[in-house]
């Protein structure tokens, strides 16, 4: 028998799709399978476990000590002219050896240990970008819900706000957000920045809103006298929360690189506290004489931001298979 | 579809107004503005503390003061910063060095971003397809500052070095070789066969054209040479007509080689005329270019291709005009790198402090000056185009009508580019919009890392000083270039769509 | 997916006429009782322009392969309208797009599909592409979305001219011209410059017949041509698509769900069931001599004028089979009512029954039942138990 094989590309046809008659699972479980054929998004959620797991354990949080016994506060001496003593080539391919060594990323110019520096840089950043992710997604879920669902003047007052919100680029808007609340602490930066870039969320879920509000299971609640916020709550949002998860995601990545560049600026993050994108900025003319100061903090900002955006894509086709239905 | 764009225009700048407040209220608060004077000695400190609470109105209520800046700004005049100087002067400059950065970025950001979506859409799941996926993922992941910093040391500082004694390492020339050929193989549709001979054509060609550049030490004083300009005119005169009517030798080809040939007589004859041109010039040639080749095309084509035969033409002429542009810049580049010590690309400013020079080397000075910020600025923008001009054209390709072509026996050429193409692109004018927003906000941290005293700059010693004025001031202007920029992809996008020009 | 039945057949009466006779066994409305006229004046001749010969799809999936359509064969006639009926899911539509080589490319296709004696499966490209819409054209389902929104109507049918001839573009906007008046698109010459969101939904598929017939094409595809439309429209289009088809002498496929459609136009009946071909026929012999429990089933499914008020419908119980793990034995077996153990361990394949001269096939171990049967839909009356 031979096979052939077509050259144009098109969409196979619905009949085939239709055809297949998959044992029911609930919506949950096919959106997980979907999620670990995601072989990127799993990579990603890996990833970011060890950086998470890295920064916090590394050196403790607040009061609880971790297993490293340098602080990013403390100075000493330069050993070797801070280099780092991190050693990645094993021995038989003729490097130093797998081994950490007293000083793994290096120390900075008043010797402080750059490992723990750095790690402190990724907690705050991701505590940051954590905080700004839900602030944002809640306000945006619930102006995203009120404009779709009770239309009039609500959602012209709503739509207006965030028009408005958006003819403001968002790095201007949080840069002067955060100069204002850079100096309460993290958190509050977290809050702040997480209250001026809900916009777009709010966008999607609004449209996502206003579909929903027209179908009959909605009409039928309606019927029967359902209030309009346990319409909202118990029989809309749950069918949007494909958009607005995957939209968390995508706001955390962007809220990592957001606030390193506010940090950048020197809008963000306040000494002596310090994130990635504080170190990078504080050690940016060392560049040419000590890259390392440079480079370690670039790499976690990458490491976080691509691991979140992958795990966001692999959501993102989880929820909405239609993209691949049919491989190559 | 007059009163469409009309509606929008007021919506939009009903908006900026409201914008322009809470701009003003967060940017009034966003400090002590009176900080460094309360160190003064004592007696300095309360005739200077007098003189700018006079001067920043500061003795009045924050939304008193907005519509008094208000009041002013409706006039075009901006104040002054709490030193006295005039903002309107420091706007002057600002403007241009950050327009230009802007423009370019977005230009070369939606031209390359939607070539490269589409490719990668119709070589859906191909080799090309992973790595420039897997590129955009990247490029969302990178902090703009960051990558600024790393083109500094790389692109500009260690590059300039390296211009000193241009020779390739011959593992870069290796390296160069197999990349290009990985990228053709994977472009090719066709069997292992066809594969191997795309890669190792273009391995070869690709090591031959870096070996002559590093023998040659090509950058020291490059240039394109009138054969290299005729084989591209006469190349790039194959490959266009080619997409508009496909590989034969018919009426279009010849219209568009006879393009080619005019041109590359012309780049000699010509050549007083190109030694310094000004800007004016250049433009009146290439309007007479599309003049011409549009003639050429009309009487070319006959009846049955007039339309393909103009179309290749213009596009033809105007190619060739290009390599010439280029090719003449590239012939100053050894007299403008020694002007400036040989550091022909800058890591501070937007250009060459008082430099002096032929039209070419003006445009040179300003390269150099713009291609790293540019290349920072765009990373983001270039992801965000490829990825949805991939997304648009994936599900354009999947639309009935698509398949409605194809079943009309339409080439896949001419299904792609006359079917598939337009409908493509209509959601792109409304990211475009978007997207220009987030190209302003990221060209704040570029001129910052660049040391460009632009737009970026007003905006950031306004929030640190606390002085409304100078942000303000960046914000009218970004804010008023967003609103164009929206009218601009609205037109767009009722040219493109003609259910929204009637309705 | 929902039965339309503006054209009933009737299921219960007697076959009254010969299958080639002149006039109609179906006494249905208005439009297509007309309609059924054009189609008997141009008889079919001997001649075969397609024949499909043993065609398998298949195309892989995250959740493993699915066998869209299994072992199809057969032919068409000049002039002849053969009708492919089958529910969603059944390979109708997948079989014809193969036929136009509009497959996707991750399509696994085997078989043979012969033009005229050409393999179009063993075609390049190029060739394939010299046929396609001008030998061969398509109608789609879904009119509103067939036709390319920003380009203007008379361009889109111009370009089908220009694709395959070399004539001036005002030639080929002229020839566009006569189609649209062909198909009954008043003030044709001023619509060629409407854009497709200016017509309705009927317009929008007189003029897809239009860009079918513009180039005079042999076999003329019509993929449920009126499924997506309004009742009252589905007849005039029918009409339409009839009378296009004696002004160019082409042969139709006509692909539905819609039995009613067949009855009235067709003159030979495939039935399509999980991908593979379950009964052939002359469309009476498949509408009163059914030989297979699922067209039965089928033509129980729908509401009849003449059927006793108060006598319920009898639906078909059951979804069809998933085309990824098919059920051993006879694909419908799950849902028949006349199922035993054979039917669920081997697959009955295409075999000649008792009206050998009209090649009535059946793929069921069980014919001669219904055969022996008055009313075979009867086996389907209280949902199949009986």
């Known amino acids: 028998m031979t096979t052939h094989n077509q050259t144009p590309s098109g969409s196979p046809d619905p009949d085939a799709a239709q055809g297949m008659d998959i044992a029911a699972r609930t919506q949950w479980q096919l959106v997980r399978a979907r999620f670990f054929r995601h072989r990127a998004a799993l990579l990603g959620m890996v990833l970011l476990a060890v950086v998470v797991l890295l920064a916090f354990t590394s050196i403790g949080i607040g009061p609880v000590p971790g297993w490293w016994d340098k602080s990013p506060t403390e100075t000493g001496s330069l050993v070797n002219g801070g280099k780092p003593t991190l050693g990645l080539v094993p021995e038989f391919l003729g490097g130093a050896g797998l081994a950490l060594g007293e000083h793994p990323f290096g120390q900075d110019n008043v010797g402080k240990d750059y490992f723990a520096l750095t790690m402190r840089g990724t907690q705050v950043s991701l505590i940051i970008a954590f905080v700004v992710g839900i602030v944002a997604t809640v306000v945006a879920t619930v102006i995203g819900a009120c404009a779709g669902y009770f239309r009039g003047w609500t959602e012209t007052v709503l739509m207006r706000i965030t028009d408005v919100l958006i003819a403001i680029p968002l790095l201007v808007i949080a840069a002067a957000a955060a100069k204002i609340a850079g100096q309460q602490g993290i958190l509050f930066l977290g809050v702040v920045l997480g209250l001026v870039t809900w916009t777009q969320t709010a966008r999607l879920v609004r449209s996502s809103v206003l579909s929903l509000r027209e179908k009959e299971f909605v009409e039928a609640a309606r019927s029967v006298g359902t209030s309009a916020v346990r319409i909202i709550f118990k029989h809309i949002l749950p069918n949007t929360v494909g958009v607005i998860i995957v939209s968390v995601t995508l706001a955390i990545a962007a809220a990592v690189l957001l606030e390193s560049a506010l940090s950048f600026l020197g809008m963000g993050v306040q000494p002596p506290d310090t994130s990635l994108g504080r170190l990078i900025t504080d050690y940016r003319s060392a560049m040419g004489t000590r890259p390392w100061l440079f480079y370690w903090p670039g790499l976690f900002i990458i490491l976080i931001a691509l691991s979140v955006n992958f795990i966001g894509d692999g959501l993102r086709d989880a929820f909405d298979p239609r993209q691949n239905r049919v491989r190559d | 579809m007059l009163v469409f764009i009309a509606r929008r225009l007021v919506v939009s700048v009903f908006v900026l107004f409201v914008a322009t407040f809470v701009m003003f209220v967060l940017s009034a608060n966003t400090g002590d503005p009176l900080a460094d004077l309360r160190e003064l000695p004592a007696d300095d400190r309360e005739s200077a503390m007098a003189e700018r609470i006079e001067r920043m109105r500061l003795d009045l209520p924050v939304y008193a003061r907005y519509f008094l800046w208000l009041g002013d700004a409706l006039t075009g005049d901006f104040g002054v910063n709490r030193?006295?100087?005039?903002?309107?002067?420091?706007?002057?400059?600002?403007?241009?060095?950050?327009?230009?950065?802007?423009?370019?970025?977005?230009?070369?950001?939606?031209?390359?971003?939607?070539?490269?979506?589409?490719?990668?859409?119709?070589?859906?799941?191909?080799?090309?397809?992973?790595?420039?996926?897997?590129?955009?993922?990247?490029?969302?992941?990178?902090?703009?500052?960051?990558?600024?910093?790393?083109?500094?040391?790389?692109?500009?500082?260690?590059?300039?070095?390296?211009?000193?004694?241009?020779?390739?390492?011959?593992?870069?020339?290796?390296?160069?070789?197999?990349?290009?050929?990985?990228?053709?193989?994977?472009?090719?549709?066709?069997?292992?066969?066809?594969?191997?001979?795309?890669?190792?054509?273009?391995?070869?060609?690709?090591?031959?054209?870096l070996l002559w550049i590093s023998l040659t030490e090509w950058f020291a004083d490059p240039g394109l040479g009138p054969v290299v300009i005729a084989l591209s005119a006469f190349g790039g005169a194959v490959g266009i007509s080619a997409l508009f009517s496909g590989l034969k030798l018919n009426r279009p080809m010849y219209a568009a080689l006879a393009a080619a040939a005019i041109g590359t007589v012309l780049s000699f004859a010509l050549a007083p005329v190109l030694a310094d041109p000004s800007l004016g010039v250049i433009l009146a040639l290439a309007a007479a270019t599309v003049i011409v080749c549009a003639g050429l095309g009309y009487g070319i084509g006959g009846v049955l291709h007039r339309r393909n035969a103009i179309a290749a033409a213009v596009w033809t002429g105007l190619f060739t005009g290009g390599v010439i542009f280029v090719d003449r810049m590239l012939q100053a580049f050894a007299g403008y790198s020694d002007s400036v010590q040989g550091r022909p690309i800058s890591t501070i400013g937007a250009s060459t402090p008082n430099y002096q020079g032929t039209f070419w080397e003006l445009s040179l000075d300003s390269v150099g000056h713009l291609a790293l910020p540019t290349m920072a600025l765009i990373l983001v923008s270039l992801a965000t185009y490829t990825r949805y001009s991939r997304a648009s054209m994936l599900e354009v390709m999947n639309q009935d009508y698509v398949r409605t072509a194809r079943a009309k026996g339409l080439p896949e050429r001419t299904v792609v580019t006359r079917h598939a193409f337009r409908n493509g692109l209509i959601p792109i004018t409304t990211l475009a919009a978007y997207d220009f927003g987030t190209v302003i906000g990221g060209a704040v941290v570029t001129e910052t890392v660049f040391g460009w005293r632009a737009m970026g700059d007003l905006l950031v010693t306004g929030l640190n000083e606390a002085d409304p004025a100078p942000a303000m001031a960046f914000f009218v202007v970004t804010g008023g270039a967003i609103v164009v920029f929206n009218m601009i992809a609205d037109i767009a996008y009722a040219y493109l769509d003609p259910r929204i020009r009637l309705s | 997916m929902t039965q339309s039945s503006n054209t009933p057949p009737h299921t219960e009466a007697a076959p009254e006429q010969a299958p080639t006779g002149g006039s109609s066994a179906t006494d249905s409305t208005g439009e297509t009782h007309t309609a059924e006229t054009h189609t008997r004046d141009q008889a079919p001749t001997e001649e075969e322009v397609l024949r499909v010969e043993d065609l398998s799809v298949e195309f892989p999936t995250d959740d493993g392969r699915v066998k869209a359509v299994r072992n199809v064969s057969y032919s068409l006639r000049e002039r002849e309208v053969l009708s492919i009926v089958g529910e969603s899911g059944s390979g109708k539509s997948v079989s014809s797009m193969a036929v136009m080589g509009l497959l996707p490319r991750s399509a696994r296709i085997s078989g043979r599909i012969l033009y005229r004696g050409q393999d179009l499966l063993a075609m390049r490209q190029k060739e394939l592409r010299s046929l396609r819409g001008r030998k061969i054209s398509m109608i789609f389902q879904d009119p509103m979305t067939a036709l390319n929104p920003v380009h203007t109507v008379g361009d889109q049918l111009a370009e089908a001219v220009l694709a395959h001839s070399l004539v001036p573009p005002a030639k080929a906007r002229e020839r566009a011209r006569e189609m649209l008046d062909l198909v009954g698109i008043p003030q044709a010459a001023q619509r060629l410059r409407s854009y497709p969101h200016e017509f309705s939904g009927g317009m929008r598929q007189r003029v897809m017949i239009a860009m079918a017939i513009i180039n005079d094409p042999d076999v003329i595809i019509a993929d449920e041509p009126t499924t997506a439309l309004d009742v009252t429209v589905q007849a005039q289009i029918l009409e339409k698509l009839l009378e296009v088809k004696d002004a160019v002498n082409a042969a139709i496929l006509l692909i539905t769900h819609d039995l009613g459609v067949v009855a009235g136009l067709a003159h030979r009946v495939l039935v399509m069931y999980a991908g593979t071909p379950v009964e052939v026929g002359g469309t009476e012999d498949v509408f009163y001599r059914t030989r297979m429990p699922y067209t039965a089933g089928l033509l129980g499914s729908i509401p009849s004028m003449t059927s006793d008020h108060g006598e319920p419908l009898r639906p078909i119980r059951g979804t069809p089979p998933s085309l990824i793990d098919m059920p051993r034995g006879c694909p419908f077996s799950p849902r028949c009512p006349l199922a035993d153990d054979t039917c669920r361990s081997v697959e009955p394949v295409l075999l000649p029954t008792d009206d050998q001269e009209n090649e009535h096939l059946a793929a069921c171990h069980h014919w001669e039942r219904l055969a022996a049967a008055d009313d075979p839909t009867a086996f389907f009356r209280n949902g199949g138990q009986y």
């Open chain 2, 83 to 209: 030193q006295g100087q005039d903002v309107n002067i420091l706007l002057v400059d600002a403007v241009s060095a950050t327009m230009q950065l802007v423009v370019a970025a977005t230009v070369l950001a939606i031209v390359i971003g939607i070539a490269i979506g589409i490719i990668s859409a119709l070589r859906q799941y191909s080799g090309f397809d992973h790595a420039v996926t897997f590129g955009a993922f990247v490029a969302f992941s990178l902090p703009i500052f960051w990558v600024g910093v790393l083109l500094k040391q790389y692109g500009a500082i260690e590059f300039n070095n390296w211009l000193v004694q241009p020779s390739i390492p011959t593992l870069v020339i290796i390296l160069g070789a197999l990349l290009a050929g990985l990228a053709w193989s994977s472009l090719i549709v066709g069997d292992r066969r066809a594969r191997l001979i795309a890669f190792a054509g273009a391995s070869g060609i690709t090591a031959v054209l």
